[in-house]
């Protein structure tokens, strides 16, 4: 019996499921939970005004949720196995309705910020399920397909966001954010009560609360001081973010260490003797860093430099978005066939070459110019995500899959707030140079012309980031289904 045969046969139980109805069910509530984490972003200013509080402040509707979410991932893969496929799902949907209705209804600034903690348990849930689903369902050369699809959603959802928000905040109310989506998120619910079914075994190994505790200092210590660097409030030397960070580093040294001293690990580390696996982790957090040097820079210095509005720049990044989201299961379908070297050494090369033009931005650069440059971006990106993750967890026995889906989605998470804290410091600090050596920092022009060198200098350091990941994709071999999978 070959290799395909016997991958067959093993998955033949998980096949008689009807998967597509899974997998519908799966991604509708995945599509609007993952949607709200852009869906806020061009509406702080009317927030700001509107609840009468301060940037700084706001901030916190971003922080608090990339907080939550790291804290919860990790937890996940205990969660995985104690819970059933729609206990979880049923339990982050709940969790997503409720903060969703909350913050539709909130009368204030706090009421605000707990409704979108709550939302953010939920979208921390639901990622984990979806990926731990497939790695069950699929049987490792049917992946990449499966893996495409849901990475259609991942990337897609965020990247409308900004452009549906600015066009409600525009014509109706920011309320109507959250007013929207309740429907869709309802209608989640009962589809998955008719067609999800259980996939996983529950197993209910013993809960180690002292893991849970280092794991949540150390992975929320870390998120929360790169997130404060990021908000530049007093920069790294800040108590808030070198307090957090010490703290963090110091339970997650100790975390690693017990969850290789305890029968039962809450995160199990051991997933990083797969050398795969452990390429996969590293090249998707220098490409969610690489990515986040262009979604977080790339609308400030539209808006900033060249004075666009946000539902423009909205638009202006749409078309990338788009393209990133539906080229996604194209991508998992050629990695099935092909493997992950024929995609993913093309892909950072895209991703490499359009850093380098990225980095000579000037606010005269046409819009055509930009629409290209980060549609070529998000090309890339999804050439090299996708198919680097599902190699990675291709290689892992069964029993890693919760432990293995939890590790990519908390370093993710931990990576998109360094990549914000990284680059915003360091377009922040060429702001300041450049406004140093010029005689009348006052004057618009100069204003425009220090964001500019500071744009400038984050994307350089992006574009580093881009050939280190070029770099590890020459290392990059298609990953044999383990025997235990």
Not at 9 to 34: C, D, H, T, Y
Not at 229 to 237: K, L, P, T
Not at 308 to 315: D, E, N, Q, R, Y
Request: charged residues 10%; aromatic residues 10%; glycine residues 10%.
């Amino acid at each position: 019996m070959n290799t395909i045969d016997t991958e067959n046969a093993e998955w033949r139980e998980q096949k008689q499921l009807k998967r597509a109805p899974i997998m519908i069910s799966l991604i509708v509530g995945a599509f609007f939970a993952i949607l709200n984490e852009t869906l806020l972003n061009v509406a702080y200013t009317d927030l700001i005004e509107e609840l009468e509080v301060t940037a700084a402040t706001i901030q916190w509707l971003a922080t608090g949720f990339m907080l939550v979410v790291g804290v919860l991932v990790p937890v996940t893969a205990l969660l995985n196995q104690w819970f059933t496929t729609r206990q979880m799902f049923f339990g982050a949907m709940i969790l997503f309705t409720i903060g969703t209705f909350v913050c539709g209804i909130s009368p204030n600034f706090s009421i605000l910020l707990i409704g979108r903690l709550i939302q953010a348990g939920g979208t921390g849930l639901l990622l984990p399920v979806m990926m731990n689903t497939i790695l069950v369902l699929y049987p490792p050369h049917e992946r990449g397909g499966a893996m495409g699809t849901i990475g259609l959603v991942i990337m897609f959802a965020p990247a409308i966001g900004p452009t549906l928000s600015g066009l409600i905040v525009e014509t109706l109310h920011w309320r109507w954010l959250f007013f929207l989506v309740l429907p869709f998120a309802l209608l989640s619910i009962v589809v998955s009560s008719i067609y999800l079914k259980n996939v996983w075994e529950v197993t209910k190994p013993k809960v180690d609360i002292i893991s849970i505790l280092l794991s949540t200092l150390g992975f929320g210590g870390v998120v929360f001081g790169f997130s404060s660097a990021g908000e530049g409030n007093g920069g790294w030397m800040s108590p808030e973010v070198y307090i957090p960070l010490g703290v963090g580093g110091i339970s997650l040294l100790l975390f690693l260490w017990r969850q290789l001293k305890v029968k039962e690990p809450l995160l199990d580390v051991r997933a990083f003797q797969y050398p795969m696996f452990s390429l996969a982790t590293v090249q998707l957090m220098i490409m969610m860093m690489t990515l986040f040097s262009t979604i977080i820079i790339l609308p400030m210095f539209l808006q900033g430099a060249a004075t666009l509005s946000a539902f423009i720049t909205g638009l202006i990044l749409l078309p990338g978005g788009i393209l990133n989201g539906f080229i996604s299961p194209v991508v998992g379908r050629l990695f099935d066939k092909y493997g992950p070297r024929m995609l993913v050494i093309p892909g950072t090369i895209i991703v490499m070459v359009v850093m380098w033009f990225i980095a000579g931005i000037t606010p005269t650069t046409s819009i055509p110019a930009l629409i290209l440059l980060h549609s070529l971006l998000m090309i890339g990106i999804a050439m090299v995500m996708m198919p680097v993750q599902t190699n990675g967890l291709n290689q892992l026995p069964r029993r890693y899959y919760p432990h293995g889906t939890a590790i990519l989605n908390t370093l993710q998470q931990v990576a998109g707030a360094i990549g914000v804290a990284l680059f915003i410091s360091i377009m922040t600090a060429g702001q300041s140079k450049y406004m140093a050596s010029v005689s009348d920092p006052t004057a618009p022009i100069r204003q425009v012309e220090a964001l500019t060198a500071g744009v400038q200098g984050a994307f350089s350091i992006g574009m580093i980031f881009a050939v280190v990941g070029f770099v590890l994709a020459l290392f990059i071999k298609r990953s044999a289904a383990h025997p235990e999978a």
